[in-house]
């Protein structure tokens, strides 16, 4: 364990929650959007700064604060960095600078940058915590946006806003059990049951997926984004339910998001509107990551860690081209051939560009987790690695769609005000600059999931894998298995 010299993990948390409680009488039109671009740019700062130290700087393991309270007062730090949380911290920042940088002016600014700030203060304390009672908390504050959305309009809207309140009640019951009762005993399985259907839940897992498409349909595009791109049902998961539940909760939970995956991409083809259409396509990828977790294998494991980042990355880009379009064209529709590239080509290249990059299109870091997830799981269960390769295959299919639907067709006349503004530009060739550089060189990326992915399996089997045959710590080096792939020099 090392300790940083300075309060950044503290700061990471009070920063964004400070700049959500600012009276709105201060945030006017065009100073709101500077608080929301000077807070996130400097927690995406403070985010690489702290993943930085951990890798280059500090001595592994793990790396607190040096105010930590929880050291003071319960012995142990409440808010941590390790091998997992270490590039989830620059991940969630950059998704909600980017979102700064590019949310269309029709927003209304003074409710969305504190309604942002404080979802990345629940986001980004999340992934720098594994003690239950605090996740548990943040779990309800960062669930909070996601209900507000469903819970005002018609009544299947309540209905639908009905599925985050229950999240809420199982986690908080769930962390309550296991505080109380020990992991091995029937309270403790209980308590797993409990937190797992919230994760289920939250992350769109069939069966309990019907709020998650008119989520995105009826909720503001940025906030939809911000509420599901992170990931934060899978950290819960990786924390709380894999390094001890038993094999058969692994499976229910492989098979599950492996059937999502797959539904999900077939759900995306036949949809004619393009926000239901993205909920579909967001609920199959992140199911993905959720089928990773099941594997047995460090390289399989790896690859669903690996695809949480670049999906996410590369799933809000998509949504927030999407959303930049809507703000110039009004409602959009997948019946008929929109036109309008020459309106916008650079908004049309990176639609594409991020949908392909979701799906792991070769020279993005999605490829290289996809490929790490198929090795690493065909050996196991060679039905997997098929339903993953159905599931890019259906999933590109969509992206294709819905770029020829709303780009390609007759010229219409080119109007000024659709023109892509700098901070646009900005933001998404931020993203795009990422998933490429990741892409073309992915040995360092891959080789933390890899020990994340060893770490979590320690967790669950111990030093000795001989209670678990499945487990490959030492027998399937990652290095060489990308080196066949031809994904390292």
């Not at 309604?115 to 990345?120: D, G, K, P, Q």
């Not at 989520?215 to 503001?220: K, L, N, R, V």
């Not at 984004?225 to 990786?238: D, E, K, M, S």
């Not at 819905?402 to 080119?414: K, S």
Request: charged letters at 15%; hydrophobic letters at 50%; proline letters at 5%.
């Amino acid at each position: 364990m090392s300790e940083l010299s300075l309060p950044l993990l503290l700061l990471l948390v009070v920063l964004p929650a400070l700049g959500a409680v600012v009276p709105r009488s201060f945030l006017t039109g065009r100073g709101a959007r500077r608080v929301l671009l000077l807070v996130t740019g400097v927690e995406l700062a403070l985010a690489i700064a702290v993943a930085a130290v951990f890798h280059f700087g500090g001595e592994g393991g793990i790396l607190v604060d040096p105010f930590d309270p929880g050291r003071s007062f319960f012995g142990r730090p409440f808010l941590f960095v390790d091998e997992l949380s270490s590039l989830l911290l620059p991940f969630g920042a950059l998704v909600f600078g980017m979102v700064a940088l590019v949310l269309p002016r029709t927003e209304r600014h003074r409710a969305s940058t504190r309604r942002i700030l404080a979802m990345e203060a629940c986001t980004l304390s999340v992934f720098l915590t594994a003690e239950p009672v605090l996740l548990a908390g943040v779990w309800v504050l960062s669930t909070l946006p996601g209900y507000r959305e469903l819970s005002v309009g018609p009544r299947a809207r309540r209905a639908e806003g009905l599925y985050m309140l229950g999240t809420i009640i199982l986690f908080t019951a769930g962390v309550a059990l296991e505080y109380f009762s020990e992991v091995t005993s029937p309270a403790g399985r209980l308590a797993d049951v409990l937190i797992l259907g919230a994760v289920l839940t939250r992350k769109g897992i069939v069966p309990f997926h019907s709020w998650m498409l008119g989520f995105f349909e009826h909720a503001a595009l940025p906030t939809a984004i911000l509420f599901t791109a992170p990931q934060v049902g899978a950290y819960a998961a990786a924390r709380l339910i894999v390094p001890h539940a038993p094999d058969a909760v692994l499976t229910v939970i492989g098979v599950a998001s492996l059937a999502t995956a797959v539904y999900g991409a077939g759900l995306a083809l036949v949809q004619s509107n393009p926000r239901r259409a993205f909920g579909a396509f967001f609920m199959s990828q992140s199911a993905l990551v959720m089928a990773g977790l099941d594997s047995r294998t460090t390289l399989g494991l790896a690859g669903g860690l690996a695809l949480w980042i670049s999906s996410g990355v590369a799933l809000a880009g998509f949504g927030m081209t999407l959303a930049a379009l809507e703000a110039r064209r009004g409602s959009l529709s997948l019946r008929t051939y929109s036109g309008g590239y020459q309106r916008t080509p650079f908004l049309a290249t990176s639609f594409l560009f991020f949908g392909l990059a979701a799906v792991g299109f070769p020279g993005t870091v999605g490829f290289a987790g996809e490929e790490a997830l198929v090795d690493g799981v065909v050996g196991d269960f060679p039905q997997m690695a098929i339903a993953v390769m159905m599931t890019s295959a259906l999933n590109g299919l969509l992206v294709l769609r819905a770029y020829f639907r709303l780009f390609g067709g007759a010229r219409v006349h080119i109007h000024a005000f659709q023109r892509t503004r700098p901070r646009e530009r900005a933001g998404f060739l931020l993203l795009v600059g990422v998933l490429l550089a990741l892409g073309l060189a992915p040995g360092s990326f891959l080789m933390s999931r890899h020990r994340a992915a060893e770490a979590i399996l320690r967790a669950r089997y111990g030093d000795s894998t001989s209670s678990a045959p499945r487990v490959e710590l030492d027998e399937q080096p990652l290095t060489a298995t990308l080196r066949d792939r031809e994904l390292l020099p």
